[in-house]
C-alpha cells in the first residue's frame, strides 16, 4: 500500500474520555473512530489489524477440527425463554421487538442458538464430538462501555462449542482448545497466561480464562512462584496450614477511638497493624423460609483487617446479598456503623455469622465495641464473644465447627500457593478468551440429545469458548506501547515494514530506488506501508512510530551513492545499514 491511496487518519489530540493508552492511541493512530457510547466504527489501518487476529484465530480453530458456522445476531426471545436468560440475563441484553411485536434480543453470546441448531442436525452418537465455531458479531449493553473496543456494547467475538456423549469426550475437546488458545496467543506474539476462573453464570464446573498481561488490566491475578498454579483473583485460593493458634494473653479493653471508622484509621491510630484487626462486615442475606418465602436476614461477616471481602466466593456459600445500611446495622445490631463488631454476650443479641478462616485464627486482636467513638482491643473469640457452636465442647477455635471458618476473602500478595510450593504473587491481566465447560446446562434445558450407541436418548454434554477479537487488538497495544505510540507484534501490525524515502520528491533517482525497493518487498510477499507523501522527515516517522509498524527502511540520497538503505526496528535507538541486495534476506531474518 501507499499512504496516498492509503490515507492516515493519525490525530494530534488525545480524546478526552480516552482514559488508557490502548484507547488513546487507537484513535490518535486512525484504528478506530466513536460512533457513540461503546460503539466504534474500524478504519482501513485498525481493520487490517483486526483481520489478522481472526486469520490467526480461524487458522488454529481448523487446525483444532471445529467446523466454522455463521449464525444471525438477532434471535428470537423463545430460546432464551427455553433456558430461562431471557428473566435472568439483565439489562446487558439488548432486547427489542419486530414489527409484529414479536420479541428479540441481539445475541450477547450464542448458547441457545448452537443449542437449538445442535439439538435438529445432531442425531446419531456417530456425529459426535464436534465442536462448531463462528466469528461474529455480539451485542452487550454493558452498564460501564469503557477503555474503546476493551469494553463495547458491540465487538467480534470468535465462539465455539462443542456436542459430546461423555465428560472424557468434553475433556478431550476442551485440552484441544486450551492448546489451541495457547497456539493462538502465542502467534499473536502477546505475553499472556491462562488462569483458573470461575465460572460464573454460565454454568459448568471447569473453566480458565487467557489474560494478557497488562497493569491497566481490570482483573487481578494470581501466580505462584514455585509451580505453575495461576488462577483469577475471583476464584484465587490460598493454602490453608493447620498449625497450632497461639494462645490468648491479652483481656479486653474498651478504648476510645473518636472518628476512626476504616481499618488504615484504627491502625493508625492505634499504632496496630491491620492483620491485628478484625474487619466485620454487615449484609442482608436473601434467604427462603419453610414456606418458600424469600425475605432477607441480617449477617455479619469476619474478616482480617488486611483482607478483602471475595464477594463470589461468598456468593456461592451464602447466596445473594447486598450489604446492610447505617440504619439496618443500627437497628439489628445496636452499633454504630464503622464501629461494629461482634455482639458481646451480655447484649443478648444472636447474628448469624460466617468468618474467613484467617479472621478466625486472630488472638488478642482489636475490633470494633458497637458503640460510636469506641474500639475493643486484646480481644479473643471464645473468651469475649458468644459463638454458639454447641458441639464445640473445649471451646477452642481448632473445634469450631468448619462452617463457620470459610474461605470468603481475596488471596494477597505472600499467601501460600493452593498446591502448596511457593507463594502467592499479584498481576493485572486483561482477560481476552474464556473456555468453560458447560455440562448439560443448555442441552438439557432445551432437549438437546442424540441416539446413543444402545438406541437410547442422552441429553449432549456441551463445551464454549471464546475469544474477544477486537478486545485482543486493544490488549496488544495496551501490552505494547511506548511514549511514541504502538509497538506491534509482527504477525498482527498493519504493515510489517515501512519504506521511508526522504525527500524523494526531489530526486527522480530516489524515487525509482524506492519504487524498485517496494516492488520487490511486495514480490517477496511482505506486507509493505510506502509512504509516498510529501512530508517532513520528522513528521514521517513521527506518523510511522505512532501506527506501530515494527520495522521501517529509510532510503536516502546518500545511501544510494553506496548502494544501502537505514533499518530502523521500532523499538531500537539506533539505526542500522544494510546493503540494498541484502535486504529482502534481512528482513526475512527478522519476521520468522
Ligand atoms: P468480562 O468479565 O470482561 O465482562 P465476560 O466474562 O463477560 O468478560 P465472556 O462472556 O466470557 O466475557 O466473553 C468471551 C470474551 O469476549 C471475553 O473473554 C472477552 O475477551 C470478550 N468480551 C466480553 N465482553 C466484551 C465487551 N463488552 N467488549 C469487548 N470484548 C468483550
Ligand atoms: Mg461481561
Redesign the pocket.
Known amino acids: 500500500m501507499r499512504t496516498s491511496q492509503f490515507p492516515l487518519n493519525t490525530v494530534k489530540d488525545t480524546p478526552s474520555d480516552a482514559e488508557i493508552a490502548s484507547h488513546q492511541l487507537m484513535i490518535r493512530a486512525g484504528l478506530i473512530r466513536k460512533l457513540a457510547a461503546?460503539l466504534y466504527s474500524w478504519l482501513p489501518l485498525g481493520l487490517r489489524v483486526l483481520r489478522k487476529v481472526e486469520k490467526i484465530t480461524r487458522e488454529e480453530m481448523e487446525k483444532a477440527g471445529a467446523l466454522e458456522v455463521l449464525m444471525p445476531a438477532l434471535q428470537p426471545a423463545e430460546l432464551w425463554q427455553e433456558t430461562g436468560r431471557w428473566q435472568h440475563y439483565g439489562p446487558e441484553l439488548a432486547r427489542l421487538k419486530d414489527r409484529h411485536e414479536r420479541d428479540f434480543c441481539l445475541g450477547?453470546?450464542h448458547e441457545e442458538i448452537i443449542t437449538d441448531l445442535a439439538r435438529h442436525e445432531l442425531k446419531s452418537y456417530k456425529q459426535l464430538p464436534i465442536t462448531y465455531y463462528q466469528i461474529q458479531t455480539?451485542f452487550?449493553d454493558?452498564i460501564r462501555?469503557r477503555f474503546g473496543?476493551?469494553?463495547?456494547?458491540e465487538?467480534?467475538?470468535k465462539?465455539a462449542y462443542s456436542f459430546h456423549l461423555t465428560q472424557e469426550s468434553l475433556q478431550e475437546t476442551y485440552d484441544v482448545m486450551y492448546s489451541a488458545y495457547n497456539n493462538i496467543f502465542d502467534k499473536l506474539g502477546l505475553n499472556y497466561r491462562a488462569v483458573i476462573a470461575d465460572s460464573?453464570s454460565?454454568g459448568g464446573a471447569v473453566s480458565h480464562?487467557?489474560h494478557v498481561l497488562a497493569e491497566s488490566g481490570?482483573?487481578a491475578i494470581a501466580f505462584s512462584t514455585g509451580s505453575d498454579y495461576a488462577a483469577n483473583v475471583e476464584s484465587a485460593t490460598a493454602l490453608r496450614e493447620k498449625q497450632p493458634l497461639p494462645k490468648p494473653t491479652e483481656t479486653r479493653e474498651k478504648i476510645l477511638t473518636p472518628g476512626q471508622k476504616t481499618i488504615a484509621e484504627v491502625s493508625a491510630f492505634l499504632g496496630v497493624a491491620p492483620q491485628k484487626i478484625l474487619k466485620t462486615l454487615a449484609i442482608m442475606r436473601t434467604i427462603k423460609d419453610a414456606l418458600g418465602e424469600e425475605r432477607e436476614v441480617f449477617w455479619l461477616l469476619y474478616l482480617r483487617g488486611d483482607h478483602e471481602l471475595n464477594e463470589i466466593k461468598a456468593r456461592k456459600l451464602l447466596g445473594d446479598f447486598r450489604f446492610a445500611t447505617d440504619d439496618e446495622i443500627e437497628s439489628h445490631l445496636k452499633g454504630r456503623a464503622g464501629y461494629i463488631g461482634p455482639p458481646l454476650p451480655e447484649s443478648h443479641l444472636i447474628i448469624p455469622w460466617l468468618a474467613d478462616w484467617s479472621a478466625i485464627e486472630m488472638t488478642d486482636f482489636v475490633c470494633g465495641a458497637n458503640e460510636a467513638g469506641y474500639h475493643f482491643k486484646g480481644c479473643n473469640w471464645f473468651n469475649d464473644f458468644i459463638l454458639f457452636d454447641l458441639e464445640n465442647f473445649d471451646h477452642s477455635i481448632e473445634h469450631l465447627s468448619e462452617e463457620y471458618k470459610k474461605d470468603i476473602r481475596n488471596v494477597v500478595e505472600g499467601d501460600k500457593s493452593p498446591d502448596g510450593k511457593g507463594e502467592i504473587t499479584l498481576a493485572r491481566g486483561?482477560?481476552?478468551?474464556?473456555i468453560?465447560q458447560l455440562g448439560t446446562k443448555y442441552s438439557e434445558a432445551m432437549k438437546a440429545g442424540i441416539i446413543n450407541e444402545g438406541g437410547k436418548y442422552q441429553t449432549m454434554i456441551m463445551g464454549c469458548y471464546?475469544?474477544?477479537?477486537?478486545?485482543?487488538v486493544?490488549?496488544a497495544i495496551e501490552q505494547n506501547h511506548d511514549a511514541h505510540g504502538i509497538v506491534w507484534p509482527n504477525n498482527i501490525a498493519p504493515f510489517q515494514v515501512a519504506i521511508c524515502p526522504m525527500n524523494m520528491h526531489k530526486s527522480e533517482r530516489l524515487k525509482e530506488a524506492a519504487e524498485q525497493l517496494y516492488a520487490d518487498l511486495v514480490a517477496a510477499g511482505f506486507d509493505v506501508l510506502f509512504d509516498d507523501r510529501k512530508v517532513r522527515a520528522g513528521f514521517m516517522f513521527a506518523d510511522m512510530e505512532l501506527i506501530g509498524i515494527p520495522h521501517y527502511l529509510i532510503v536516502g540520497d546518500r545511501g544510494l551513492d553506496a548502494g544501502t538503505v537505514e533499518y530502523k526496528d521500532r523499538t531500537a535507538s539506533d539505526n542500522e545499514v544494510i546493503p540494498l541486495a541484502d535486504i529482502v534476506e534481512f528482513l526475512k531474518a527478522k519476521l520468522v
Open positions: 461503546g450477547p453470546t455480539k452487550r454493558e462501555p473496543v476493551m469494553r463495547s456494547r465487538f467480534i467475538m465462539d460464573g454460565i480464562e487467557f481490570e482483573d486483561i482477560e481476552v478468551g474464556h468453560f471464546g475469544i474477544g477479537i477486537s478486545r485482543v486493544a490488549a
